[in-house]
């Protein structure tokens, strides 16, 4: 079973599971002749909303690229749990200000064993809904699952403190209702500020894992004929779609057709490993001992030896145009990108008093 049929399934669960509670209580609630119960029914069918909304999502997100929109329409997922964020946040702040109005004027809960039932029943049922979906969503890297999860989770703790509560008050006479509900309802609140984070972070485009960095670059440069990978960009489009790209130095005796064929053999690794659309450029290294492997030498020993330069590369030498051109990247506590190219620019000119020098500065969007 794919991805999004596991996702699917599980959000079928979820609907089933919130119905079927929902059948018991709306019974017991009109056998018992209880209208609270009854609604509370209700309000179980309002909690498959977002099981709904995450099957939704996940529908549109798997519909094939179309001319408008090629890369495909993964990233709906990212929207379905911004929805669902925002719901738990809403029942986080309705949570809030109905436990502050219970702290100033308390109630006196009253249970009967048949509410005492339903209640311990839609606990037991929510937790064990809430961990299975979340634990998929987490399995599955979806994050309308763990949201929806969560929301489960959220529905039973609320519930619990409220059970809870009501033992003390019925014991000691002594109401701490509005206080444990305006707690729960905070970390309620910073949990779907979280939730929220997350799929936000996806679209405005969150670096990449540290992990898949170091798995592409160990990949790439155990391949004959590549030394080095440098300037690694990725983009998601959904969890089952990346673009991107980087750079490899290669020497600069390579044919067209061997360089064709490496980076032909990289590309396809990286697709059928990683399930990533990566383009590949190349970097020619000055092979030899001859007076450009020389000065790409010289040059890159210079820059180096600056500490706000953690990576050279890119070195270019051309007689012809006239030109030096090297790529360095420098660390976070370099914000004066045009200050450091002068910098770099003003040392670099003895070595070719002749030449134009071309400092590109790269930004590190991976590591």
């Known amino acids: 079973m794919d991805r999004h049929s596991q996702i699917i399934r599980t959000s079928w669960i979820g609907i089933g599971a919130n119905v079927l509670l929902a059948a018991f209580k709306a019974v017991v609630g009109l056998v018992a002749g209880s209208v609270a119960i009854v609604m509370d029914a209700v309000n179980n069918l309002s909690d498959a909303l977002s099981s709904v909304i995450t099957i939704v999502g996940t529908k549109l997100s798997a519909r094939p ?66 961990r299975y979906v979340r ?32 033992g003390i008050m019925l014991i000691w006479n002594f109401s701490i209702d509005g206080y444990v509900g305006a707690l729960i309802s905070l970390v309620i609140l910073k949990a779907g500020l979280e939730m929220l984070a997350s799929p936000i972070n996806e679209l405005l485009g969150k670096k990449v894992s540290p992990e898949l960095v170091h798995l592409i670059k160990r990949d790439i440069a155990l391949m004959d004929g590549v030394h080095g990978v440098f300037d690694i960009i990725l983009h998601n489009y959904g969890p089952d779609v990346m673009i991107g790209s980087l750079h490899i130095g290669v020497d600069d005796t390579m ?46 020993q210079r820059l180096l030896a600056h500490e706000e330069i953690v990576q050279v590369h890119g070195f270019y030498y051309s007689e012809k145009e006239n030109m030096l051109s090297v790529d360095v990247v420098p660390d976070i506590t370099v914000h004066d990108d045009a200050a450091l190219v002068g910098t770099l620019v003003a040392e670099l000119q003895p070595l070719v008093p002749d030449k134009h020098v071309v400092i590109v500065v790269d930004h590190n969007y991976s590591e």
Do not use: C, W
């Not at 946040?89 to 502050?100: D, P, R």
């Not at 890297?141 to 403190?161: C, E, N, P, Q, R």
């Not at 396809?268 to 030498?297: D, H, K, W």
């Open 65 to 130: 690229a179309d001319r408008e929109h090629p890369f495909g329409f993964g990233r709906v997922e990212y929207f379905s749990a911004i929805i669902i964020a925002l719901i738990v946040l809403a029942a986080g702040v309705t949570s809030l200000v109905e436990s502050v109005r219970k702290i100033f004027e308390p109630t006196r809960p009253s249970y009967t064993a048949v509410t005492l039932v339903v209640i311990i029943v839609a606990i037991v049922v929510k937790l064990l809904l809430g």
């Open 135 to 166: 634990h998929k969503g987490e399995q599955l890297k979806s994050d309308a699952l763990v949201a929806s999860g969560s929301d489960a989770l959220f529905d039973a703790l609320i519930t619990l403190a409220t059970l809870f509560s009501a």
């Open 255 to 300: 044919s067209a057709h061997d360089i064709h064929g490496l980076t032909r053999r990289i590309s396809t690794m990286m697709f059928q490993r990683y399930g990533i659309i990566m383009t590949v450029g190349i970097y020619a290294n000055a092979n030899g001992s001859g007076p450009v492997a020389e000065l790409q030498t010289a040059v890159t």
